[in-house]
C-alpha cells in the first residue's frame, strides 16, 4: 500500500476539479481508510489537498499524473500534522452515540459494565465509542 497527495483544483463553477485520471468509483474501492482532505479551497487559493492510501498498483498509475504525487509514510505524517483540517478536531470524539446511551442507562439501572462497554468508554480503545481522533498514518489508516 501506498499514499497518494491529490492535488484538487478550483473549477470555473463552485466545484472543485480533480486530475483527469482520478475515477471517484475507482478510489471508494481501492482505498484503505479516509480521504483525508485539507478542507475547502481557501478563498483566494487556486488548489488544496488530499491524502489517500491505495495499492501500490493504483498509486503507481496515478502517480504519472503531475497532479498526483505517491509520498511515503513520513511524509505523509508531515503533512498530516499541518493539515488545518485535523488541527482543528479534538483529541477524542463520539462514534457510537447509541452505545453510550446504552452505557448510561446500565449504569442508571445498576447493571454491571461489560469488559466491552468499559473499552467503549477508553479513547485509546479500538471498540467505537469515545475514540482518540488520529493524527498519523499509524492511526488513521488500518
Known amino acids: 500500500?501506498?499514499?497518494i497527495l491529490v492535488t484538487i483544483r478550483r473549477g470555473t463553477n463552485p466545484r472543485m476539479k480533480y486530475p483527469a485520471i482520478y475515477n471517484a468509483h475507482e478510489i471508494d474501492e481501492a482505498k484503505q481508510g479516509p480521504m483525508i482532505r485539507e478542507g475547502r479551497i481557501p478563498r483566494g487559493e487556486p488548489?488544496?489537498?488530499c491524502l489517500i492510501k491505495v495499492s501500490d498498483a493504483l498509486?503507481?498509475?496515478?502517480?504519472a499524473d503531475p497532479d498526483i504525487e505517491i509520498v511515503n509514510e513520513a511524509k505523509a505524517d508531515v503533512w498530516l500534522a499541518q493539515n488545518p483540517q485535523l488541527a482543528e478536531r479534538p483529541q477524542e470524539e463520539v462514534l457510537s452515540p447509541e452505545r453510550l446511551t446504552a452505557i448510561l442507562a446500565k449504569t442508571e439501572?445498576?447493571?454491571a459494565l461489560?469488559?466491552?462497554d468499559l473499552d467503549a468508554l477508553d479513547p485509546n480503545s479500538p471498540v467505537?465509542?469515545?475514540n482518540k481522533v488520529g493524527r498519523t498514518c499509524a492511526e488513521i489508516f488500518p
Open 59 to 63: 498509486a503507481d498509475r496515478y502517480g
Open 1 to 3: 500500500m501506498k499514499y
Open 114 to 116: 461489560s469488559q466491552e
Open 109 to 111: 439501572a445498576g447493571i
Open 128 to 130: 467505537r465509542g469515545i
Open 47 to 49: 488548489t488544496s489537498k
